[in-house]
Every structure is written in C-alpha cells, then in structure tokens.
C-alpha cells in the first residue's frame, strides 16, 4: 500500500530554484534515507509534506487517515510538564479509558442485582476492554521506560521540567514523544544529533522494526547504512530514488552518472555527425541535397536533447608527511585528569606506533578531547607521563575551529600561516576546499560549521605533519566531503589518533579503536566493526545455531565478508598493526618461559601455576594474531 506519494513538486525562493521535480512514491513499511548536499533542500521538501511550508506546484498524496509525525532538527518544548508528563500525554485517550474501565467495575459492583443494567454495563465493559488491549493499553507503560533508557533519560532527571532541558535534550524528547506516537509516516531530521552510540544503536534496532513508513535525513552513512532499504538523492533539484542502503547508494549513483555521461557523449557524437552530414549536403547547392538537409534537420529539431551529467562540487585534497617518524611515536603512561575535584580518567595509558590509525571512542565527558588537549599541549595532565618520538611533528584538528580567527578573511587566514606562498598558490589551496572567487574574502565570522571545517583542513593539509591528532574531524562536513577525507586518510603516511562518534568514518580509517568510559580504557584491534564483534563475543555465550555454527563462526564469516570489501591500503594497515601486535606477544611468550625455565620458578606452587597460566594465554593469544595475519594476508594477496 502507497502511504505517501510525490508527483513534479516544485519550491523556489526568489530565483532560486531549490526543488524542480520531486516525484516519489513510498510503500508502507519502506525506509528511505534522504541525502543531498547542504542547502539543496532535504527539509523543505519535508516541511512541504508535513504542511509547514506550502509548494510552488506538483501534487502530494497521503494516504487516508495516515498520520505524519516530523522530527526537526531544533526542537523547542516550554511549559512545567515534566519528562514523564511530556511522554505520559501521547496516551491520554488509553488513561481515559482505563479511568472509564475503573468505573464501569464499580457501577457493575453496584448493580450486581439488576440483571438488566448489569447486562448493558457488562457489555459496554467488554467492548471497551477488547479496545484497550487491542490498543496497548497494557503495555504502554512499559513503552514509556523504554524509549525513555533507549535514549539515554535518566531515571533521577525524568520528573524535571521539560523546559530545563538543553536544546539536544529537548530534541531527543521530542523524538521520543513521536516513536510513542507511532504515526503511519515517521519524518526524521537528523535524528542522530545529540545522542551517543548506545542511543543511537538502540534507534536503529527501534526503525529497523518499524510498522509503518520512515524518511530519515542523516549525515551519520553508518546509521542509513543500518536502517534504510531505499535511498533518495536531492540534487540541482531533482529527486532520484535507488534501492538499497546508503553503500549501494554510492555505488548505484556512480554507475549512474557513468552511464548518464556515456549516453550524452553518444548523443553529442550522434549531432555532430548529423549536421556535418546536412552541411555538406547544403554545400552542394542543389535542389535535392538541400530537401535531405532539411529533412535532416527537421528530425534532429525533434531529438530529446540530454543535459549533461553534472556531480556536486567536491572537496579535493590529500595529506602528506615532510619527513618520517622513528617506529615509536609516542608512549604515553597512566595520565590522569581531574576538574573541580572530578576525576575525568585515570590510568590511561597508549603507545602509538609509526602507522597506527587509532579511533578513540567513548561517551560525553570522559575526557577524549581532555586528552587531545594533553597531547597538543594545550592542557597539563595532574599525573603520568608521556614522550614523543624522534622526528614527530603535530598536528591538530580542533573541531570548534579555535586556532582560527574572526576577524580575518578567508585569504589571509591561510596565507598569515604560510606566507611564503605566493598569491596563486594560495588561490589554488583555497580552491581545492571550494573557496573560489569572492568566497576567499568572506570574514571567518560569516562562515558556516562545514566552511570553517574545510579551510582547517586546508591549514592542516599544508603543514604537512606526521602525527594528527583529530578531534570529530568529520563534524559538519557533508558527506561527500566525508568520503575526500577518509581517502586521504587512507592514503597518509604518518600516524592518526582521531576522535569521533561517526562510525562510518571509524570503519574507514581505523586499525585500532580505544574505548574510554567510565569504568576504564579498553583496547581493540581493528576498525569499529571488528569493536562491536569482539564486544558482542564477551557478552554472548557461544552456541549452535540453526545452521550448524557457532557465533563465534559466524562472526569470523561476516568479518572475512567485510575485509574482502576493504581497500589494499586498509588491510595493509591491519596487517602491519597484526604484525607489530604478534612481536610483542612472542616477546611476551618468550619472557613467561625464561621465568618458568628459571632455577626456584617452582619453589612456590601458587606462582608456578600462575606463571603456567599466563603462558597458556599468551600463547592462545600468539595463536589467534597468527589465524588473525594469515587471513590478511590472504585477501591482500587476492588484491595483488
């Protein structure tokens, strides 16, 4: 069944045509994830299906009686209702007809002996009780507290005023009033924003699940990735649907635009053929000759001509160290931090070696941008040390653009830190970062999230250093731009230690993810979907499935699936990282030996079988990173 359908819907501001022909039509159960650059109007067009905003023409169909629920990205909730009231009042209708359930009991209890009256009562009561059960009346309590912990409400904050809450909580109270709701048609606009990976892993598991009809606006690809099964592109105003995910997406748009350029190079070639043929029949003057080359042109007046394929400006650029470093490049030991008497962490310890791409994850306020800070220099540790390689050279990518100046334009900005360019050069840099023309003169304060973030990573991208240090490098960069980044990432010689929610990029660029919370630090190797495998095997219990494997088999099936999509560059990555992780076990096997082989190793039994144990795990461990490097360097080898 069509819940909601688009034919030729228009919208322009001024002369500015954002939306030319959007047609569209959407089945129940269908999830679509809408994507397009920014400002090429994905939340007018959903502004304009929700009533908000009126169209310059088309038709919009909704099926009768479907209800739209819309998700923006700024929520604003006032009033003295709590959380819980907020989210208690989408089932008013179910609380009254509990309270008129209640009532009916008592007045069944008092007409007991009138068996006319008893009768119509029990009736009513019956009727009402199959529409309260056939509604949920039973279990939307439960509902309730569970939106509630999936996004991340406290138990102790859920009585406050809404109206207290920040403007990201706000919003999140809002997505979970819709989710309750549960119209026909969910509308979601950037609906990732303001949660963590925990909240937005559990809504991915919740519109997985959907009953009704999803369109979802998102920058975070992991999560289209997740939950769409369509795709549809706003581009120079139109509207282009692909089935799949967002991976297939990128694909299917490419292959497309290949053979939308194939099909116009074979029409231009087609034209220019035509009228050299009419031009030499005209130079032939003849009465004849000039009848076929105006029958000639009379066809081609009638050829549907093809525009041209045009893709969205990209961001180009790469990232290249000026010298290397030595194979250590920075040993950082059991560093502390505290504010105003709270510890942020403790302990934390990590040893970057020449290569390594380290993703560091965790939860708001642990400290993973403290601790940037720490290494750039910009704050002091309370405890611990740290220390640098031979050669290293830092670089930083503050994502609140900090380093970057107001007041300058964005010319000067680039050329102050580098003023041994010359003006061509730095008109070439700019460029690169789509500052073109007038753009180079606009004053830093004027600049959006996603310009500032360019042209800091056109400052980075000059220096020219062998250790960055990232913070949410991909915060405000559309997605195209996202996927330049993570190529030049791929493509950098020196070493990376980023931090990011954005797990699509972690899948990327990632050889090693740390997870700071706060219970502590945890290591993994790997990128964020061999993070979540390992995770998920400490809380499984291993167990035969339907198809005669165990999970541990079927995790090992699904991670070979992934490394065989990876690029060359990727999985030479992990296999250096296997190799530097098997030196250090066999370093470590070949010390529990020499200890155990040590005259009065056995003197105390407790420590000889401790010893023996750790031999044994070692060991286990050495045996895994060898299955672990052999798998690499297989599928390396397959794309030899």
């Given at each position: 069944?069509?819940?909601?359908?688009?034919?030729?819907?228009?919208?322009?501001?001024?002369?500015?045509?954002?939306?030319?022909?959007?047609?569209?039509?959407?089945q129940?159960g269908?999830?679509?994830?809408?994507?397009?650059?920014?400002?090429?109007?994905?939340?007018?067009?959903?502004?304009?299906?929700?009533?908000?905003?009126?169209?310059?023409?088309?038709?919009?169909?909704?099926?009768?009686?479907?209800?739209?629920?819309?998700?923006?990205?700024?929520a604003?909730?006032?009033?003295?209702?709590?959380?819980?009231?907020?989210?208690?009042?989408?089932?008013?209708?179910?609380?009254?007809?509990?309270?008129?359930?209640?009532?009916?009991?008592a007045e069944?209890?008092?007409?007991?002996?009138?068996?006319?009256?008893?009768?119509?009562?029990?009736?009513?009561?019956d009727?009402l009780?199959r529409?309260?059960?056939?509604?949920g009346?039973?279990?939307w309590?439960?509902?309730?507290?569970?939106?509630?912990?999936?996004?991340?409400?406290?138990k102790?904050?859920?009585?406050?005023?809404?109206?207290l809450?920040s403007?990201?909580?706000?919003?999140?109270?809002?997505?979970a009033?819709?989710l309750?709701?549960?119209?026909?048609?969910?509308?979601?606009?950037?609906?990732?924003?303001?949660?963590?990976?925990?909240?937005?892993?559990?809504?991915?598991?919740?519109?997985?699940?959907?009953?009704?009809?999803?369109?979802?606006?998102?920058?975070?690809?992991y999560?289209?990735?997740?939950v769409?099964?369509?795709?549809?592109?706003?581009?120079?105003?139109?509207?282009?649907?692909?089935?799949?995910?967002?991976?297939?997406?990128?694909?299917?748009?490419?292959?497309n635009?290949?053979?939308?350029l194939?099909?116009?190079?074979?029409?231009?070639?087609?034209?220019a053929?035509?009228?050299?043929?009419?031009?030499?029949?005209?130079?032939?003057?003849?009465?004849?000759?000039?009848?076929?080359?105006?029958?000639?042109?009379?066809r081609?007046?009638?050829?549907?001509?093809?525009?041209?394929p045009?893709?969205e400006?990209?961001?180009?650029?790469?990232?290249?160290?000026?010298?290397?470093t030595?194979?250590?490049?920075?040993?950082?030991?059991?560093?502390?931090?505290?504010y105003?008497?709270?510890?942020?962490f403790?302990?934390?310890s990590?040893?970057?070696r020449?290569?390594?791409?380290?993703?560091l994850?965790?939860?708001?306020?642990?400290?993973?941008?403290?601790?940037?800070?720490?290494?750039?220099?910009?704050?002091?540790?309370?405890?611990?040390?740290?220390?640098?390689?031979?050669?290293?050279?830092?670089?930083y990518?503050?994502?609140?653009?900090?380093g970057?100046?107001?007041?300058?334009?964005?010319?000067?900005?680039l050329?102050?830190?580098f003023p041994?360019?010359?003006?061509?050069?730095?008109?070439?840099?700019l460029?690169?970062?789509l500052?073109?023309?007038?753009?180079?003169?606009q004053?830093?304060?004027?600049?959006?999230?996603?310009?500032?973030?360019?042209?800091?990573?056109?400052?980075?991208?000059?220096?020219?250093d062998?250790?960055?240090?990232?913070?949410?490098p991909?915060?405000?960069l559309?997605?195209?731009?996202?996927?330049?980044?993570?190529?030049?990432?791929d493509d950098?010689?020196?070493?990376?230690?980023?931090?990011?929610?954005?797990?699509?990029?972690i899948?990327r660029?990632?050889n090693?993810?740390?997870?700071?919370?706060?219970?502590?630090?945890?290591?993994?190797?790997g990128?964020?979907?061999d993070?979540?495998?390992k995770?998920?095997?400490a809380?499984?219990?291993e167990e035969?499935?339907?198809?005669?494997?165990?999970?541990?088999?079927?995790?090992?099936?699904?991670?070979?699936?992934?490394?065989?999509?990876?690029?060359?560059?990727?999985?030479?990555d992990?296999?250096?990282?296997?190799?530097?992780?098997?030196a250090?076990t066999?370093?470590?096997v070949?010390?529990?030996?020499?200890e155990?082989?040590?005259?009065?190793?056995?003197?105390?039994?407790?420590?000889?079988?401790?010893?023996?144990?750790?031999?044994?795990?070692?060991k286990e461990?050495?045996?895994?990173?060898?299955?672990?490097?052999?798998?690499?360097?297989?599928?390396l080898?397959?794309?030899?």
């Amino acid at each position: 069944m069509v819940l909601l359908s688009l034919s030729a819907v228009r919208k322009a501001f001024g002369t500015n045509e954002v939306i030319r022909d959007a047609t569209l039509a959407l089945q129940e159960g269908e999830r679509l994830g809408l994507v397009g650059v920014n400002g090429s109007g994905k939340t007018t067009l959903l502004k304009i299906i929700n009533g908000d905003m009126p169209s310059d023409g088309g038709e919009i169909s909704i099926a009768k009686d479907a209800r739209i629920g819309f998700l923006t990205q700024h929520a604003d909730i006032d009033g003295e209702l709590s959380i819980m009231e907020e989210l208690t009042r989408v089932f008013d209708p179910l609380i009254a007809m509990e309270k008129r359930l209640r009532a009916l009991e008592a007045e069944m209890a008092e007409a007991h002996e009138d068996a006319e009256a008893f009768a119509r009562l029990s009736n009513e009561y019956d009727k009402l009780t199959r529409r309260f059960e056939d509604a949920g009346g039973y279990e939307w309590p439960s509902r309730v507290q569970g939106v509630l912990a999936g996004l991340g409400f406290a138990k102790d904050r859920r009585d406050m005023p809404a109206r207290l809450l920040s403007g990201g909580e706000k919003t999140r109270l809002c997505l979970a009033r819709i989710l309750l709701m549960q119209p026909e048609i969910l509308m979601l606009d950037e609906p990732t924003n303001h949660l963590d990976l925990a909240a937005v892993g559990w809504l991915e598991d919740t519109l997985k699940k959907y009953p009704g009809t999803v369109i979802v606006i998102s920058h975070d690809r992991y999560f289209l990735n997740a939950v769409c099964d369509c795709m549809a592109e706003l581009s120079m105003g139109r509207l282009t649907r692909y089935s799949g995910n967002y991976d297939a997406f990128v694909r299917k748009r490419q292959a497309n635009l290949e053979r939308q350029l194939k099909e116009y190079k074979l029409q231009q070639a087609e034209i220019a053929r035509q009228e050299a043929i009419i031009a030499r029949y005209r130079m032939f003057n003849r009465e004849k000759s000039i009848k076929a080359a105006e029958s000639r042109e009379k066809r081609l007046e009638k050829i549907v001509r093809l525009e041209k394929p045009v893709s969205e400006d990209k961001v180009r650029f790469s990232f290249e160290a000026r010298r290397r470093t030595g194979e250590d490049v920075l040993i950082a030991k059991d560093l502390s931090k505290s504010y105003d008497g709270r510890k942020l962490f403790e302990h934390f310890s990590l040893h970057l070696r020449a290569g390594d791409r380290v993703a560091l994850i965790g939860p708001n306020g642990v400290g993973k941008t403290t601790l940037l800070r720490i290494f750039v220099g910009e704050e002091t540790a309370d405890g611990g040390t740290m220390k640098f390689g031979a050669n290293v050279d830092i670089g930083y990518y503050d994502q609140h653009q900090a380093g970057l100046h107001p007041d300058k334009d964005v010319l000067n900005e680039l050329w102050d830190d580098f003023p041994r360019l010359d003006a061509d050069r730095v008109r070439g840099v700019l460029a690169l970062f789509l500052f073109t023309g007038d753009d180079v003169f606009q004053k830093i304060h004027t600049l959006s999230g996603g310009e500032r973030g360019r042209l800091a990573l056109a400052k980075l991208m000059l220096r020219k250093d062998n250790l960055l240090f990232m913070d949410e490098p991909t915060n405000h960069l559309d997605m195209d731009s996202r996927e330049v980044l993570e190529h030049a990432l791929d493509d950098f010689d020196g070493t990376l230690l980023a931090v990011s929610h954005d797990r699509y990029f972690i899948n990327r660029v990632a050889n090693r993810v740390i997870e700071m919370s706060a219970e502590g630090v945890s290591e993994y190797l790997g990128n964020y979907d061999d993070y979540l495998e390992k995770k998920r095997a400490a809380l499984l219990p291993e167990e035969a499935a339907s198809d005669g494997l165990t999970q541990t088999q079927r995790d090992k099936l699904k991670r070979k699936e992934r490394l065989a999509r990876e690029s060359r560059r990727q999985l030479e990555d992990r296999v250096r990282a296997a190799e530097a992780e098997i030196a250090r076990t066999e370093a470590e096997v070949a010390r529990l030996e020499a200890e155990m082989a040590a005259p009065g190793a056995w003197q105390d039994p407790e420590a000889g079988r401790a010893l023996t144990e750790s031999h044994a795990r070692a060991k286990e461990t050495l045996d895994a990173l060898y299955d672990e490097w052999a798998e690499l360097a297989e599928l390396l080898e397959e794309k030899a």
